[in-house]
Every structure is written in C-alpha cells, then in structure tokens.
T-cell receptor, first 111, second 114 residues
Framework: DAKTTQPTSMDCAEGRAANLPCNHS???????VYWYRQIHSQGPQYIIH???NNETNEMASLIITEDRKSSTLILPHATLRDTAVYYCIVRVKNAGNMLTFGGGTRLMVKP | ETGVTQSPTHLIKTRGQQVTLRCSSQSGHNTVSWYQQALGQGPQFIFQ???????GRGNFPPRFSGLQFPNYSSELNVNALELDDSALYLC?????????????FGQGTRLTVV
C-alpha cells in the first residue's frame, strides 16, 4: 500500500468545518483512499472511501485532487464527539481487511 | 455498534504464557483480520483469514497464529508471551475479496503482559 502523510494534530472549533489533509503522492491507479477514525479506547470506525471522484455520505465528504496525490476529509459541522484520531489509508481493491495505518491526525474539537 | 464482538475485553497474562483471543464477525462477513495496537501508535496488521485459510500476514513472528471457523468467527493465539505483546488487539471483518468494502472493527481486547 502507498504511504500516506498526515499532520500529527489539528484543532477545530465546535460547529465549524474540520478539514483534514492527507498526502499520498505514490498512490497507484488501482488504489483507493480510505478514511477511518478512532475515538479513545474504541476500535477504528470506517468513515468514507473513494477512487478519484469526490464522495459524500452522512458522516463526511472526501475531496480527492485530480492527480490523486492528495485528499481532504471534511467534517462539515464538527462536534465534540468528533474528537478522535483520523487515519488516511490507501489500499488496493482486493486487499480485504489488510490496512496499513500510519500515525494519523489527532483532531481536537474545542467548544 | 459494528456487529463485531471480541472477548475478553481485558486480560492480564504472565510472560511466557499463552493466550487465546476470540472474535465473532458481523453476520455475512467471511473475511477476518487481526491487528495489534501498541499505546500511542496506529494498528499494525497481523494476519487475515478468508474462508478458514490465512491469506495475508504482516511482520509478526510465528508465535502469533490464528484460526477461522466455518461460521467465520476467529481466534488469535499468541505463544510465549513477551512484555512487548502488551497492546490492544483488534479484530475486523468484511464481506471479502474482490470488492471495494469497508472493514468493521470490534472494540478490542486489552492484553497486559506482566
């Protein structure tokens, strides 16, 4: 799986949009971008994934640049419960559950 | 709630002992994987089982072994425990190969080796 680079930590005010960047400059054409988050002492939670088009679901939006070398996860209205470590992962379609987690971004949502 | 359940939630073992951790995957999921997460780090992939056979392994020694049963539940066995094996062990399940799927994680088993 391609290596990803994320900022170690970020702060966001409650109610504002949280924009979490991820660089994956060595991504291959058959690799997808996945985002997971891990709230303290819980298992990772799937958020969203995409290949090259922007994606949106009830939790977040994923914006992937045209060259696919970076992406941004957007939480449109962050709440205190969004405080967590956010992991950006790139993986091939047939990887099953084989995920390579990096250090992630620790997002702190503040009142 | 992901439908993936792990037992026990916490466990304390002595160095040199053996331990078995259990995972019940979400209904309909035939692929199970195990991860080790040391304090302050991201989860590290141990191995994956698909239809009762191991089909992927991370950089872990042979004393880490596993099983998957016909109902797709799984066990992780660790022999000759070392202090560095103290970690949160996570199980994840999905609907399998050849699909763009998301993996659903359990809450983990916190293992402490003393």
């Amino acid at each position: 799986d391609a290596k990803t680079t994320q900022p170690t930590s970020m702060d966001c005010a409650e109610g504002r949009a949280a924009n979490l960047p991820c660089n994956h400059s060595t991504i291959s054409g058959n690799e997808y971008v996945y985002w997971y988050r891990q709230i303290h002492s819980q298992g990772p939670q799937y958020i969203i994934h995409g290949l090259k088009n922007n994606e949106t679901n009830e939790m977040a939006s994923l914006i992937i640049t045209e060259d696919r070398k970076s992406s941004t996860l957007i939480l449109p209205h962050a709440t205190l419960r969004d405080t967590a470590v956010y992991y950006c992962i790139v993986r091939v379609k047939n990887a099953g559950n084989m995920l390579t987690f990096g250090g992630g971004t620790r997002l702190m949502v503040k009142p | 709630e992901t439908g993936v359940t792990q037992s026990p939630t916490h466990l304390i073992k002595t160095r040199g002992q053996q331990v078995t951790l259990r995972c019940s995957s979400q209904s309909g999921h035939n692929t199970v994987s195990w991860y080790q997460q040391a304090l302050g780090q991201g989860p590290q992939f141990i191995f994956q089982y698909y239809r009762e056979e191991e089909n992927g392994r991370g950089n872990f020694p042979p004393r880490f072994s596993g099983l998957q049963f016909p109902n797709y539940s799984s066990e992780l066995n660790v022999n000759a425990l070392e202090l560095d094996d103290s970690a949160l062990y996570l199980c994840a399940s999905s609907t399998g190969q050849g699909k763009v799927t998301e993996a659903f994680f359990g809450q983990g088993t916190r293992l402490t080796v003393v």
